[in-house]
């Protein structure tokens, strides 16, 4: 079993920044990727970012069409965690963020969620 917790979300005004964490816990050997999601009110969860052979130190990065140039996924193997940077977020970035985390034999995590609002 995998755990992931997120955390981070919040309000944030248009134009601002904000940096979600995903801490990672458990039988994270068999994991080879990483990423976020997110579920926008009203509609279906979308890719945002994700990592894939994150173990390697140059894992290759995809980044959702909506977010690429604004938004940076990274990772700390040794610490086990997970960050996205947000930077420039719109109002239609609102949504519910989580976390995700594929492992070896077609298995697959998600963590609970976090609200980011983004509102003047």
Known sequence: QVQLVESGGGLVQ???????????????????GMGWYRQPPGKQRELVAALHNIHRDDPT??????????FTISKNNAANRLWLKMDKVAPEDTAVYYCNADAIGDLEYWGQGTQVTVTS
């Open 61 to 70: 990065i995809v980044y959702g069409g909506s977010v690429n140039g604004r």
């Open 14 to 32: 248009p134009g601002g920044s904000l940096t979600l964490t995903c801490a990672a816990s458990g039988r994270l050997a068999g994991v080879y």
